[in-house]
């Protein structure tokens, strides 16, 4: 069974920066998307950003488009999303995912890390 492992994720103040990393305990398939999703206190589960695995091509959500950045490094298993320029409405507990369809609902995935806490504020 796959493992997807969080780290990265910690208090800063607005226009500060993060960089999140996701280590998987076994290789994608090419086809596989993995994504970034996070979720506040009270509030539905949010999509941030996936990346093909194969081909490194992503898709961002609106409220982060120009300030993250997702990428990946294929022979070490280890998604990064890079925080840029962070807002207190970034704050969450951010997960990473794993599934096999280009989708930006959290539906669409099936494993996924257990979680990093991003806080942001003055």
């Known amino acids: 069974q796959v493992q997807l492992t969080e780290s990265g994720g910690g208090s800063v103040q607005p226009g500060d920066s993060l960089r999140l990393s996701c280590a998987a305990s076994?290789?994608?398939?090419?086809?596989?998307?993995e994504a970034w999703f996070r979720q506040a206190p009270g509030k539905e589960r949010e999509f941030v950003a996936l990346?093909?695995?194969?081909?490194?091509?992503?898709l961002y959500a609106d409220s982060v488009k120009g300030r993250f950045t997702i990428s990946r490094d294929n022979p070490a298993n280890i998604m990064y999303l890079q925080m840029n320029n962070l807002k207190p409405e970034d704050t969450a507990v951010y997960y990473c995912?794993?599934?096999?369809?280009?989708?930006?609902?959290?539906?669409?995935?099936?494993?996924w890390g257990q979680g990093t806490q991003v806080t942001v504020a003055s």
């Open positions: 995912a794993r599934g096999t369809r280009y989708e930006t609902s959290h539906r669409a995935y099936d494993t």
């Open positions: 076994t290789r994608p398939y090419s086809r596989s998307i």
């Open positions: 990346i093909r695995w194969h081909g490194g091509s992503a």
